[in-house]
């Protein structure tokens, strides 16, 4: 089994495809206006936050959001010359530091 001690199967499915998105990035394959960066920011701040759902925090709340700006960064939207990629990673940051 894929299994870590203390990971459950969604986490590590999570991150594989986190994993795939990044290498993907690295090689420089792109499609249209998709950002796989941020996609693989996507797909990990997910797998984190599937451990979280079930008590709702001020630090959980900060990952929702942070993983909704970077899933508007991987579809290419733009908000004027906000970088929405470093706007999930403050956020994220700041999710952690508020535990």
């Known amino acids: 089994m894929w299994t870590?001690?203390?990971m459950s199967l969604s986490f590590n499915i999570f991150i594989?495809?986190?994993?795939i998105a990044f290498v993907l990035a690295a090689t420089?394959?792109?499609?249209?206006?998709t950002d796989l960066i941020a996609i693989g920011l996507a797909l990990w701040a997910l797998?984190?936050?599937?451990g979280h759902l079930s008590s709702?925090?001020?630090?959980t709340l900060l990952l929702v959001i942070a993983f909704i700006?970077?899933?508007a960064a991987a579809i290419g939207w733009r908000y004027r010359k906000?970088?929405?990629?470093?706007?999930?990673?403050?956020l994220w940051m700041l999710s952690l530091i508020v535990t």
């Not at 594989?16 to 994993?19: E, F, G, K």
């Not at 709702?56 to 630090?59: D, G, L, R």
């Open 4 to 6: 870590i001690i203390g």
């Open 16 to 19: 594989i495809l986190a994993l």
């Open 28 to 33: 420089g394959w792109t499609y249209r206006k």
């Open 47 to 50: 797998s984190i936050l599937v």
């Open 56 to 59: 709702i925090t001020v630090s």
């Open 69 to 71: 700006a970077f899933v």
């Open 82 to 90: 906000v970088n929405l990629i470093a706007v999930g990673l403050a």
